[in-house]
Structure formats: C-alpha cells, structure tokens
C-alpha cells in the first residue's frame, strides 16, 4: 500500500512538475513592442453586476487605454455601480454606461450581459474584460500585438493576481496553478476543441468569429461559458490561444476567504468536465498528494521529499506568472491546508442550485 502510495503521489507531481516546465518555456506572455499599424477598431466592453467596490480601482485606467470604445453595461446592480460608472466616463470620449435589459429565460447573466455588450459595439476587436481586472500602462496595445501575432480569433488571457489578502490567497491562485500544471500549452494548440481553456476575465475576439457564433447565445445557459466558448469556436475551425497577462493585466478577483469559497464553488462542476465524481476524485487525488504526508509520520528521505514537493509546486508556478514577492514565494506553505480549506467549496459545488451576485443557476 505505501509503495502505491508513493508511485501515485511522486507520479502525479511528476506530471505537474513536467507540465510546469514545458509551459515555462511555452506558454505566450504579453509583451511591450512596436504598436500594430492600422490597429483595428477595439471596443472594450465590461458587464458590471454590484461592482461599485471595484470600479474607482479599475475603470479609469481601462479609459486610460485609449481604446476606441469603452462600453460598461450595468447589469441591475443594487449598489450604486451605474451612478458611479457615468461619473468614472462621463469625461471620456467614446465611453458609456448602458443598462442592461432584464435577464432571459435560459440565460446566465453574464453571458446575456456580454451579448448586449456585443450587440452595441462598433469595434472590428472585441475585448471582454471583467470590472475587477487591473488594466496598466501599455495593456490594450501589448493584446492588440498578441492577438494579431498569434492570428487568434479568441486570444484569452490569465491576469496576474494581485493585491491578495491572506484569506484569498488559500484558492485565488489556484487558477494559475490548474492551468500551468495541467494544461501543457502545446496541447492547448491542437485541433481537439476539448484541449482548450478560456479564461472570462479578458476575451479577445475578432468580431467576424463572434458574431459566427452568435455571440454568448451559443453559451447562454453554461456556468463555465468562457471554456464552453472557447471549445465552440474551435470545433467551428478557428483559432484559439491563450497568454500571461505578466506586468500588464492584473486582478483582484476575491477579497477573502469567503469569497474565494462562493466564487470557486459555481465554476468547479464546469471545471471537471461537469462531472461531481471527477471532481470528487480529485479531491480526494489532492488531499492524499499535498495534505496526508503531513499527517503521517516521516521516516523516509522520499517522504520528507514528497513534503517538499508539494510546498515547492505553487511557488514554482508564481516565479512563471512574475509574482515574485516575499508573499508570493511563500504561498507554497498553504500547499498542505488548501485541500482541506477547499471541502466548502466542494461542498456548495455539490447542490443542484449555486448562487451567485444574487442569483440562482441550476448546474
């Protein structure tokens, strides 16, 4: 039973670790560089649902961007958002804050959100951002360059967590640590639509590959509609690609620990291929690899290894994101406690009802 034990650990991490390295070398980062000239006509365009705590942090650099059209669509917020957004824009030229009509039958809100969006731009690049991305200097330039060098017509990006209090750190990042562990980036590039992710936070498109579609009415009902996107637009023979938001595109997605917990439950069925014993599965497949060595007593150099391994992981995957700070390269020490610190997300991830901003979606 140990042996079996160890073999499945020690392979496990040798597939994260492998995976890990091929991405350090693979996976696209955005870069700054020479502008593209014309540059085509970008809308960015944000859903917004009880964002009032995000906005001042974020929407006047995203205006800042110089984009051509800067769309914000208050999605029956109850927080005051659409009154702050009008003040953050009511000076830019080519902004505006729209109000969303009410949500369909059938529809998850954001997708209805980012189908009005899309309904009222004029851009030839649509660009979905999420109103708590930290958009810096040089941003929409450094995506307008990738996506028009990877000849994408989805080009989806992972912003850089920041500003993470200790609570957010638990789970945030975990997003980061599934793509770049499992998710080797030349397999992301073959044909197969199931060998691909998407990332909502910043979507890319070419509006000619959008609307091909028919926008986010392809996905109107899925919680993981960003995947699910991603994976449609491939099976429809376009080109999907994925970058590192590095230095240029940040995020706060989660505030606390309560917060992770609430956001990653709705999106872990998705995640696992909408399967609960998957999900189960790995869970259990986590716990045994990063919690229960240090349960059980070490007696051995592989143990003592095994333990190091799994504190290693998530500082190795911060280094590869350009989080280098203290905070940062010390997260691996929650390797051990974020199996354990998960179960309430798993546990809200098992109803057949998730809440999410107010509303109830079946899964």
Same mark, same amino acid.
């Given at each position: ?15 994260? @670790? ?153 789970? $945030? ?53 960003? $995947? ?34 609430? @956001? ?100």
């Amino acid at each position: 039973m140990r042996v079996l034990f160890y073999g499945v650990a020690f392979g496990f991490l040798a597939l994260k @670790g492998i995976t890990l390295a091929v991405n350090a070398l693979t996976f696209p980062r955005l870069r700054s560089g020479p502008a593209v000239t014309p540059r085509p006509k970008v809308s960015l365009l944000i859903p917004a649902r009880d964002e009032a705590h995000n906005l001042p942090l974020t929407l006047p650099a995203l205006l800042a961007q110089g984009a051509d059209e800067v769309l914000v669509l208050d999605d029956h917020s109850s927080d005051g958002t659409p009154e702050l957004a009008r003040t953050l824009v009511a000076t830019v030229t080519g902004a505006n804050v729209l109000s969303g009509a009410e949500l369909p039958a059938g529809w998850m809100g954001k997708s209805w959100a980012c189908q009005q969006l899309a309904q009222l731009a004029s851009g030839d690049i649509l660009i979905f951002t999420d109103a708590d991305v930290r958009w810096h200097a040089g941003a929409l330039e450094a995506l307008v360059r990738e996506q028009h060098q990877r000849g994408a017509d989805l080009l989806t990006i992972l912003p850089r967590p920041e500003d993470l209090s200790l609570g957010a750190r638990v789970l $945030t990042p975990l997003v980061d640590v599934v793509v770049l562990t499992l998710l080797p980036y030349p397999l992301l590039q073959l044909r197969w639509p199931l060998a691909t992710t998407a990332n909502g936070q910043v979507m890319v498109f070419r509006r000619e590959a959008y609307w091909r579609l028919g926008g986010h009415a392809n996905v109107r009902g899925d919680m993981l509609e960003d $995947t699910q996107f991603a994976r449609n637009i491939k099976a429809a023979g376009f080109r999907v690609t994925q970058a590192l938001g590095q230095e240029f595109l940040g995020i706060r997605m989660y505030r606390d620990y309560p917060e992770s917990v609430a @956001g990653f439950s709705k999106n872990a069925v998705g995640v696992h291929l909408n399967s609960r014993a998957l999900m189960l599965g790995m869970g259990l497949l986590h716990w045994a690899v990063y919690t229960l060595p240090w349960l059980l007593p070490a007696r051995s150099r592989r143990h003592w290894l095994l333990r190091l391994a799994g504190l290693l992981e998530r500082s190795l995957v911060n280094l590869v994101t350009g989080r280098r700070g203290g905070a940062d390269l010390a997260e691996g020490l929650l390797g051990p406690l974020t199996p354990v610190l998960a179960l309430p997300a798993y546990r809200l991830a098992l109803r057949r009802e998730v809440e999410w901003k107010g509303r109830k979606y079946e899964q």
